[in-house]
């Protein structure tokens, strides 16, 4: 039978949404991260425009609320979440040599859970009840602290659009999860025992593990938190008895892993491309894959550093201080491996490379201010001011988003078979660069003069407008830097120049297929002998795996 | 590739159904772990009655503890017939650990009117009923899907459907049958037990 209403449009669209092919899905979670991206971007903006002056009247109070929490949650589990899944599920089974995930209808399952769950949560723009029973969108901040969110101080229905669409998304994230832990470890082709795997792949795995133990706990206080709101449960409800820094404890037990979830890809990003772009290995891939290893464990026992001032006891302070030092260690090994990697290469300082190298300045900027957090007292004095906004923009900005551009300018060519522009790229940056710096590293003084976060205005005269006009400032710098990303991506994809299937000279199994991969990946499943395939089929008289 | 060692060792890697469904229970064991801690922290915090002591008795539910483990050896004799392609055998112990798994259930259902119709202890009633209801509740959730999936099964094996190749699926149903029969020892001590 011929189908009459048959058009190229309709048939694409029913490939896309039918689709359980690991590219295809990778691609929609990106585009959508991306769209995402600018949603949140555009909430910045407008905090920005209300604090550049003191007793500024753009937004209200109560927007303001509702800006500053959809742009964390946003930001959080719409941008950094997808996009980092995304990849990995572009990725790995090139990576390691397969021609799709495990269990490929779970990944698109994993995927439209997600997809659900981000509507859900910008519905509640239209749907939802906030505080003041005027605004529709959350607003009771990122990690919606207990006894705000009860019925009390939350009336209406937006903390339940939180509750909910956090739940749905976050079922897709563990789905995601599962499926990438088996990928990982029972489709690596030929040859790539564990300690030949690209260290992406060690990274992603880590990160998988991570998200099957933090994110059913936060999918448990959800619950609990829903049972509230809904049923007239006493979960968090003080006059019954009950504790409401259960939930902080809850919380920041998915909270602080979830963080590591964010940062492991970028990492994951920044050590595939900064060997190539140095023309070196990887420095110390044994103990980058022992950091990796470690990060994983030790980020489950550090939650309580971000409720140093709810009153702890001396030694659970004492613990926890003494824990978040510790991570630093394997963190820090990592900084000196990319260090190293860079000593003495031929470096070309192309695009991808350009913000891998920003990530690792920036990132460790951010470690570093995250040290100082982990001393008690000094937490005391710059517990939630601004100090802690500029720490973690260093660390997610700076770190992550830098890593995540890198990566999709080294992958673009891979993906769409075009290269993107380098002029447009390197402009991108440095916007971005200076933009960034000037937008965050004036936080850090005014949280030193005290400036409190989640406040939607502040006096004149207390020392805070200088830092706070830098930072506006940064924010329009950094909107020339996105623009120039959208025109260049939408430049390269219809003039891109042809990429050829390895325009970086790169190493690793996804640049021996085509630009963009067939569906089956490989016509022939590879095998390899070392951590450098291409490197190997390249100069086969002089491979990698004799030294390995 | 052109250039590679004579020999190259291929890794020995799992089925994906171990590792998928073992990632399934990590995940499990991290929620129901939460729900744990929770119920323990809340543990006499109550501000109003009625308390754990008052209301929880432990004489129907040891039965039905006995049951739902009984149930974990029902699903490993009935693998094992399965194996030995015994299809009788296979579809009269999966029978019985349906049947001891609903036991479980209806157990559950006549603590819960009693609890609810009798005592007038709801989810509303104070802190230890919303700890009390959530952790029991999920757990028997859970226990639901088993007995669901159980019956699945054990209907394909009524219609003739099921095979001895089938065993390796059948068995990553059992491992989360065990795993929920896991969770109710330590609910069972956590609740009945030491809460009480």
């Known amino acids: 039978m011929i189908d009459k209403t048959y058009s190229p449009l309709s048939s694409k669209l029913h490939e896309w949404v039918t689709t359980a092919d690991h590219k295809k899905l990778g691609v929609m979670y990106i585009v959508c991260g991306i769209l995402y991206l600018f949603v949140a971007g555009c909430e910045a903006l407008m905090i920005r425009w209300q604090l550049a002056v003191p007793e500024n009247d753009v937004l209200s109070a109560e927007t303001y609320n509702a800006f500053f929490t959809m742009h964390g949650t946003t930001m959080i589990f719409l941008v950094g979440m997808p996009i980092i899944l995304g990849a990995a599920n572009y990725f790995i089974p090139l990576m390691i040599g397969a021609r799709d995930m495990a269990f490929p209808r779970l990944n698109a399952f994993g995927f439209w859970l997600f997809f659900f769950g981000g509507l859900l949560l910008y519905f509640s723009f239209l749907g939802g009840q906030g505080l003041s029973g005027e605004e529709g969108a959350p607003d009771v901040g990122w990690f919606a602290y207990a006894p705000l969110t009860s019925t009390t101080f939350s009336p209406g229905s937006s903390t ?61 206080i959800q619950i609990m938190l829903l049972l509230d709101r809904q049923f007239g449960a006493h979960f968090f409800d003080a006059q019954a008895g009950a504790d409401p820094l259960i939930w902080q404890h809850l919380f920041w037990f998915f909270g602080h892993p979830e963080v590591y979830i ?13 060997p190539v772009f140095s023309r070196k290995v990887l420095f110390g891939y044994p103990l980058m894959v022992v950091a990796t290893v470690s990060i994983g464990f030790i980020a489950l026992g550090v939650w309580a550093h971000h409720m140093f001032a709810t009153g702890l006891s001396p030694t659970i302070l004492a613990y926890f201080s003494g824990a978040t030092f510790l991570i630093g260690v394997p963190t820090g090994m990592k900084v000196f491996n990319w260090i190293a990697t860079l000593w003495g290469g031929q470096i070309r300082f192309a695009t991808p490379m350009l913000f891998a190298v920003g990530f690792i300045a ?59 522009n380098e002029t447009l790229g390197k402009w991108q940056f ?90 089956w990946n490989f016509a022939t499943l590879p095998s390899i002998a070392s951590r450098r395939p291409l490197w190997d089929s390249k100069h086969p008289d002089d491979p990698d795996w004799k030294y390995e | 590739m052109t250039s590679q060692p004579n020999s190259i060792s291929v890794p020995k890697m799992l089925p994906h159904g171990h590792v998928g469904m073992m990632s399934v229970i990590t995940t499990e064991i991290f929620f129901f772990a939460s729900l744990i801690v929770v119920y323990l922290a809340y543990l006499g915090k109550s501000i109003s009655g009625p308390t754990p002591e008052e209301l929880l008795s432990i004489g129907l539910v040891s039965i039905n503890t006995v049951a739902l483990l009984a149930s974990s050896v029902t699903i490993i004799l009935a693998l094992k017939a399965l194996r030995s392609c015994n299809q009788k055998k296979f579809l009269a112990w999966l029978f019985v650990t349906v049947a001891l798994g609903t036991w479980f259930l209806v157990g559950t259902a006549i603590e819960w009117t009693g609890l609810i119709g009798d005592a007038h202890f709801t989810l509303q009633t104070n802190l230890f009923g919303s700890t009390f209801y959530t952790l029991v509740g999920f757990h028997a959730f859970h226990v639901t ?26 068995e990553y149903v059992s491992w989360y049958w065990h795993f929920v029969d896991t969770v109710w020892i330590a609910v069972f001590l956590v609740v009945y037990v030491i809460g009480r």
């Open chain 1, 430 to 519: 440095w916007f971005l660069f200076a933009g960034f710096l000037l937008t965050f590293g004036p936080m850090h003084f005014s949280g030193f003069e005290g400036m409190p976060r989640r406040i939607y205005t502040y006096m004149p005269n207390r020392g805070l407008e200088f830092y706070n006009m830098l930072s506006s400032i940064g924010a329009v710098v950094q909107v020339f830097g996105f623009g120039l990303f959208v025109v260049n991506v939408l430049h390269s994809l219809r003039k891109g120049k042809p990429a050829g299937d390895d325009p970086w000279d790169a190493w690793t199994l996804e640049w021996s297929t085509t630009s963009p991969p067939p569906p």
């Open chain 1, 160 to 220: 339940d659009y939180w509750i909910i669409s956090l739940f749905v998304a976050g079922m897709g994230s563990i789905m995601t999860a599962i499926n990438l832990v088996t990928t990982i470890l029972t489709m690596r082709c030929k040859g790539m025992t564990l300690m030949k795997m690209p260290i992406f792949a060690w990274m992603m795995l880590v990160d998988a593990i991570l998200i099957l133990i933090a994110l059913p706990t936060l999918a448990a």
């Open chain 1, 362 to 420: 920036m990132f460790t900027i951010g470690g570093l201010t995250g040290i100082m957090l982990a001393v008690v007292p000094m937490d005391w004095q710059l517990s939630d001011t601004y100090f802690v906004v500029g720490h973690f923009h260093f660390v997610l900005f700076g770190g992550l988003l830098f890593a995540i551009f890198s990566g999709f300018f080294y992958w673009f060519p891979k993906v769409t078979g075009k290269m993107l």
């Open chain 2, 145 to 170: 899907f088993g007995v669901c999936a159980l019956s699945f099964i054990w209907f394909c094996g009524f219609m003739g459907w099921v095979q001895k190749k089938h065993h390796q699926n059948i």
């Open chain 1, 262 to 274: 964010l940062i492991l890809p970028g990492f994951a990003f920044v050590s595939e491309v900064t």
